[in-house]
C-alpha cells in the first residue's frame, strides 16, 4: 500500500501518531528543541528500540555544501530503495537536512535534480514496509517537497513565532504541553508567571519543568508561589525586561530589573550595553521621525529616506531601523516619542561616563548601575521657550 492512501496528518501540538500504513513524516521548524523531542517520540512509535539494530538506517543530513547534499539525497534515495533485514520493516531516518527549500543549496541544478527524484518517489509511495522520516530546520508549506510529504504521510511544523505578541502564548502552550508531559497539574497564574521568568527557549522550559517537578514531588501540582520560589528570570528575558522598564520610564522596576541581572552573574558591563544598545535605536529613531523618514500610524512603519541615508542605514546591517520586524519596529518608534533628542543625547553621555568609571574599576558596580537607572528615568530637558511674536504692524 502506497503512502498516499494513508492521508494521516499530525499537529505539532498533539502527540505523535505513528499509524499503520503511513509511510512518510516529516518534522520541521525553527523551534529545534520541540521538533527534535517530537520526533525522538515519533521515531519511539515507528521504530522501538529494540528494532533500531537491523531496521533503521540513519542519514545525517547537515551539510555544508551542494557536494554533500548530493550525496546525502543519493544516499537516501538507495537506502529507500534496498530492501530491509530479510525482507523485514525498515525506517530511513534523513536526520537535521539544513538543504531543503528556501535554503540556499536547494537551488542549485545539481541538488535540484536528485531532490526532485525524491519528491518523485514521496509522491508514488515508497517500497511496502518501508517509512521514512525527515526532520530538518525549517520548512515551507508552499514547497513541492512539503506538500508531497504532507500529502503522503503526517507533518509537524514547530516554528517560533514571527510577531512579538505571539511569543507568549507559544511560551505558554510549549510549558502547558511539558507540565502535561511530566504529569504536573498547573493553573494559568502559575503558566503565566513561568513564562514570564523563563523566556520562550523551549529547551529551558523543559529544564525547569523538570525542576519543578522534582520539587513538588507528590503533590504533582505547581503554583504561582513555586515559580516564583524556584525559577530564575532568565537573562535574556531580563535584559529585554530592563530596557524596557528603562524607555517606559519606570524607576522600581528599572532598579530591580537590573539588580536581578547581576544576582544572576551578568557582567555589569554587559548590563551597560544592553541600555546603550536600546537608547542608540532610540535615539536613530527619534531623528528618523523629526526628519520625517519613518511614520508609525498603522501595523508597519512606513518608511521614506533619501538614497544617501538609506546607504548609512544599509551599512548598519542586522543594527539597521529598517531591517527590524515591524511590530518590534513599531514598540521602539513609540519610546523613542517619548523622548526629546536633546534627553537622548544626554543619556548616551551618561551611560558614557558610567562606561569609562567601569572600566576604571573606581567604584561599586551595582551602586554606579543604580545611580544610572534613577537618572535615566528622570532626565528631562527644558521644553524650548516659544518664539516671539511680532507685533502687529499699525494699519
Known amino acids: 500500500m502506497s503512502g498516499a492512501a494513508q492521508r494521516k496528518k499530525s499537529s505539532a501540538d498533539g502527540p505523535p501518531a505513528g499509524g499503520a500504513g503511513v509511510s512518510v513524516y516529516l518534522v520541521a521548524g525553527s523551534d529545534e528543541f520541540r521538533a527534535s523531542q517530537h520526533a525522538r517520540r515519533l521515531l519511539d512509535a515507528i521504530c522501538p528500540e529494540q528494532d533500531r539494530l ?29 530492501l530491509g533485514f530479510l525482507g523485514g520493516r525498515k525506517v ?20 535540484r535534480r536528485w531532490l526532485d527524484e525524491l519528491i518523485a518517489l514521496v509522491r508514488e509511495g515508497l ?41 507568549k502564548p507559544y511560551a ?14 498547573i493553573d494559568a497564574e502559575a503558566v503565566s508567571e513561568f513564562v514570564q521568568r523563563v523566556g520562550t527557549d523551549s529547551r529551558l522550559v523543559r529544564q525547569e519543568v523538570d525542576k519543578l517537578a522534582a520539587y513538588v514531588g507528590e503533590r504533582r501540582r505547581v503554583s504561582a508561589a513555586d515559580v516564583l520560589t524556584l525559577v530564575p528570570q532568565a537573562r535574556e528575558s531580563a535584559g529585554w525586561d530592563l530596557s524596557e522598564a528603562l524607555a517606559r520610564r519606570e524607576p522600581r522596576r528599572a532598579v ?23 537608547f542608540r535605536d532610540l535615539a536613530l529613531l527619534r531623528e528618523s521621525l523629526d526628519r520625517g523618514w519613518v511614520r508609525a500610524g498603522g501595523y508597519e512603519p512606513e518608511w521614506d529616506v533619501p538614497p544617501d541615508v538609506a546607504s548609512q542605514f544599509d551599512a548598519l546591517g542586522d543594527r539597521s531601523p529598517r531591517r527590524l520586524h515591524p511590530y518590534r519596529a513599531k514598540l521602539l518608534i513609540e519610546q523613542a516619542a517619548r523622548f526629546r533628542a536633546p534627553e537622548l543625547s544626554r543619556i548616551r553621555s551618561e551611560i558614557l561616563k558610567v562606561r569609562e568609571q567601569l572600566v576604571s574599576g573606581f ?11 534613577l537618572k535615566l528615568v528622570s532626565v528631562r530637558t527644558r521644553a524650548p521657550a516659544p518664539r516671539p511674536v511680532a507685533p502687529a504692524a499699525p494699519e
Request: glycine share 6%; with cysteine.
Open 54 to 82: 537491523l531496521g533503521l538506517e540513519e542519514i545525517d543530513a547537515r551539510v555544508d555544501n551542494a557536494d554533500q547534499a548530493v550525496q546525502v539525497l543519493r544516499r537516501c534515495l538507495v537506502a529507500i530503495r534496498t
Open 92 to 111: 530511513v531516518w534523513l536526520r537535521d537536512a539544513n538543504f531543503l527549500p528556501p535554503a540556499r543549496l536547494s537551488a542549485r541544478d545539481d541538488v
Open 127 to 167: 517500497p511496502a514496509g518501508h517509512v521514512l522520516l525527515v526532520t530538518s530546520d525549517g520548512a515551507d508549506k508552499r514547497t513541492a517537497f512539503f506538500k508531497a510529504c504532507d500529502k503522503a504521510g503526517q507533518t509537524a511544523v514547530f516554528d517560533r513565532p514571527e510577531k512579538s505578541y505571539q511569543w
Open 172 to 185: 505558554e502552550d510549549a510549558a502547558r504541553q511539558s507540565f502535561d508531559e511530566a504529569g504536573i497539574a
Open 256 to 278: 530591580w530589573e537590573m539588580r536581578n541581572l547581576l544576582r544572576q552573574g551578568e557582567n555589569p558591563i554587559g548590563v551597560l550595553t544592553q541600555i546603550d544598545n536600546r
Open 363 to 373: 567604584s561599586d558596580p551595582e551602586l554606579l548601575l543604580e545611580l544610572l537607572v
